[in-house]
C-alpha cells in the first residue's frame, strides 16, 4: 500500500507517516516500500523532487540527495543546524543561509576498485555495501581526477589478482595529481615497470603507497595565502578550494584586531599560513608529518609574521590556562570527535575569542554547550557545504565574551 513521506531525518533519508524511514524519497512523495524500507516505486511524485543529475544516483552510496530541489536540499542542511543546537538547550542562535561549492570541485576523493570474474570495478561503495559501483560519470569530483581514475582502471585490471581491492586515494594539486595506494595484498609487481609511462600519461606527479615515494617526477604543491606547501602522502585537504576560501573569510573576520593566535589542529597550515600574513601564528597538530609543512612552508615564504609549528596531542594533552593566555583569539578546526578536552581548557581560561570550525555539528553543538556554560556567546553559524548531496555539513562560528 502506498504511503506518504512527510519529511527528513538527519540523514537525508525520507521520514513516512507512521515514522519509518525511507532512502532517496522526498517529502509528499506517496511511495510503495519493501519490507526493508526501500523505494520500490514513486507512485505520486512530490513537487520538490527533480531528476538527479548523476545517472548513479541511488546506486552508488557517495550522494544522497540529488533528488531534492536545491531550496529543500538547503533549507535540510539549515534545519539541521538549527535541530542539532536545539538538542543541546540553544534557542535563537542565527544560522546564515547554506553556502554550497559547485559541483566538480571536489580535489580530494578515496576511491575503490575490485577485480572480480577478470573485469576491475572502480568508484565509491553502493549505500551500505562494499560492492564497488563501477562509475561512468561523477558530478562531484574535479574532473581531471575523474579523467585520471577512468584512464587507471585498464592499469588496476592487469595489476590486481581476483578478488583482490585496492583504495586510490587521489588529490589535484595546483601542478599536478598525487596519488595514494592502500593494497589489501603485496604489491603487484607488474605495476612498477609501468609507473613512469601511466604517471605522465595520466598527469600524475607523485604516487606513494604507505609511507614509501613510488615515482615522483615534481613535489605536489598547493598555495596557501603567499605561501606554497609541499603535500605529504595522503594529505588531509579541505574538500574544495572554493569552500576553503569560504571558511578562511569567516576566519579572518572573526580573528581582525588579534596580534597572536593559536591554530589548533592546524593540519598542513590551510588557514595557518594566510592567517600569518596579519598575526603572530601558533600552530599545533599531533601528526608530525603535517605539523612541518607549514613551518617549513613559513620559512621560505616573504611577508609572514612569525609561524612556530608544535606536534602535540590536543585530545591528550590540550594547550592549558597559562598557553592560552599567549593568544588574543584561538582558531580550533577538530576532526568529526570535536575537541571535548581542548574546549574545557578554554571554557575555564580567560580566553575572549575563538573561532570554531567544525564538520560535524553534533560535536560543534556539545562543545558550544560548554563554552556557552562559562559565558560565551555564540555569533552567527555559517554552514558551508563542501560535501554536495550529502548529509554532511560545515560549520564556522565565532564565540566572544
Known amino acids: 500500500m502506498p504511503i506518504r513521506i512527510t519529511g527528513l531525518g538527519h540523514a537525508g533519508d525520507g521520514i513516512t507517516e507512521d515514522g519509518r524511514f525511507a532512502p ?14 526501500r523505494l520500490v516505486e514513486v507512485v505520486a511524485a512530490s513537487p520538490d523532487r527533480v531528476e538527479p543529475p548523476c545517472p548513479h544516483f541511488g546506486h552508488c552510496g557517495g550522494c544522497a540527495l540529488q533528488h531534492l530541489k536545491v531550496p529543500v536540499y538547503t533549507a535540510f542542511k539549515r534545519d539541521l543546524v538549527h535541530r542539532t543546537l536545539a538538542q543541546r538547550g540553544f534557542s535563537g542562535i542565527e544560522v546564515a543561509e547554506v553556502h554550497s561549492v559547485p559541483p566538480y570541485t571536489r580535489r580530494r576523493v578515496v576511491l575503490h576498485a575490485h577485480k572480480q570474474g577478470g573485469q576491475t570495478r572502480l568508484g565509491f561503495h553502493a549505500r551500505g555495501s562494499h560492492t564497488i559501483v563501477d562509475l561512468s560519470a561523477c558530478v562531484i569530483m574535479k574532473p581531471a581526477l575523474f579523467s585520471c581514475a577512468a584512464g587507471l582502471k585498464p592499469y588496476l585490471n592487469q595489476w590486481l589478482r581476483e578478488n583482490e581491492r585496492i583504495a586510490l586515494h ?20 607488474a605495476m612498477i615497470a609501468n609507473l613512469a609511462k601511466i604517471a605522465a600519461y595520466l598527469d600524475i606527479i607523485r604516487m606513494t603507497e604507505g609511507d614509501e615515494i613510488l615515482l615522483e617526477r615534481e613535489a605536489p604543491q598547493l598555495r596557501f ?13 579541505q574538500p574544495a578550494r572554493e569552500g576553503e576560501a569560504i571558511l578562511l573569510s569567516h576566519i579572518r573576520n572573526g580573528v581582525r584586531g588579534a596580534k597572536t593566535i593559536a591554530d589548533l589542529f592546524c593540519g598542513l597550515g590551510t588557514f595557518s599560513l594566510p592567517l600569518a600574513e596579519r598575526h603572530k601564528v601558533l600552530a599545533f597538530d599531533s601528526d608530525p ?8 612552508a613559513a620559512r621560505g615564504t616573504q611577508g609572514l609574521k612569525p609561524v612556530t609549528a608544535e606536534r602535540r596531542d590536543l585530545f591528550r594533552r590540550p594547550l592549558l590556562g597559562p598557553e592560552i593566555a599567549q593568544c588574543d583569539a584561538i582558531v580550533l578546526d577538530p576532526p568529526r570527535a570535536g575537541a571535548a578536552a581542548q574546549v574545557a581548557q578554554i571554557a575555564e581560561s580567560r580566553l575572549a575569542r575563538l573561532v570554531y570550525v567544525s564538520c560535524n555539528p553534533a560535536s560543534f553543538a556539545r ?23 550529502s548529509a554532511e555539513l560545515e560549520l564556522a562560528a565565532v564565540f566572544t565574551r
Open 289 to 296: 608529518a603535517m605539523v612541518a609543512v607549514p613551518l617549513t
Open 225 to 237: 595565502g603567499k605561501a606554497d606547501v609541499r603535500l605529504p602522502a595522503d594529505p588531509f585537504l
Open 24 to 37: 532517496f524519497t522526498v517529502p509528499g512523495d506517496l511511495v510503495t516500500l519493501d519490507a526493508q524500507d
Open 367 to 389: 562543545d558550544a554547550r560548554t563554552l556557552a556554560d562559562r559565558g560565551f556567546r555564540i555569533g552567527t553559524v555559517f554552514p558551508v557545504d563542501q560535501f554536495l548531496w
Open 170 to 189: 587521489l588529490t589535484l594539486a595546483d601542478n599536478g595529481i598525487a596519488l595514494h595506494l592502500s593494497w589489501k595484498h603485496a604489491r603487484a609487481p
